[in-house]
């Protein structure tokens, strides 16, 4: 079973963190959400609380890292020694690591970015240093997913699915939440 961990700071966009979860765990992988804040409750951008299943720290080994977006939320993910080290572990390691929206801009921050195509929410794409930006709604490049917002997040979370479980998974779960476009 695929595992993977989405990191959560307070300001958090709800959406782009709940489609991944959501739809994941339709396909099978083992999600856990970890709050990074010191606390099992963050409060996303829209002020809706979410109860994460672990601190940053406890959460083992996984086979992919998820940033969700949103303000002040990639600006707390940013900040955080804790997110950059893990961060860093799985790129260095090969793993997946995937952001939406603003959460790219961690990425490019870190410069994992360099001479890789990367998106981002429009607006923010200075934040992708180093990066070939591209206005797809979401870019794969090597063990690195990046996608633009709200809008894309159901695409997003096909991708992450057709990584780890293959296109045919990725278009099963599609069809079963009666999602038809862009399969990218």
């Known amino acids: 079973m695929s595992k993977v961990f989405i990191l959560l700071a307070d300001g958090f966009e709800e959406v782009e963190a709940m489609t991944p979860v959501d739809l994941l765990r339709r396909a099978g992988a083992e999600v856990t959400m970890v709050s990074v804040t010191g606390g099992k409750v963050v409060t996303g951008a829209r002020r809706i609380p979410v109860v994460t299943d672990l601190l940053i720290g406890q959460q083992g080994e996984g086979d992919m890292l998820i ?42 921050d870190m410069g994992l970015l360099r001479g890789r195509h990367a998106t981002c929410y429009p607006g923010l794409e200075g934040g992708l240093i180093g990066a070939k930006v591209s206005t797809d709604s979401v870019v794969v490049d090597g063990n690195i997913i990046t996608s633009r917002g709200v809008g894309t997040a159901l695409d997003f979370a096909c991708k992450l699915i057709e990584l780890l479980f293959g296109k045919e998974k990725a278009d099963e779960i599609a069809k079963s939440v009666v999602y038809f476009a862009n399969n990218n």
């Not at 600006?75 to 929206?101: M, P, S, W």
């Open 67 to 108: 940033l969700p977006g949103g303000m002040p939320g990639t600006t707390h993910l940013k900040e955080h020694a804790g997110v950059r080290n893990l961060v860093q572990d799985f790129y260095d390691q090969g793993k997946y690591i995937a952001a939406i929206c603003a959460a790219p801009t961690v990425f490019g």
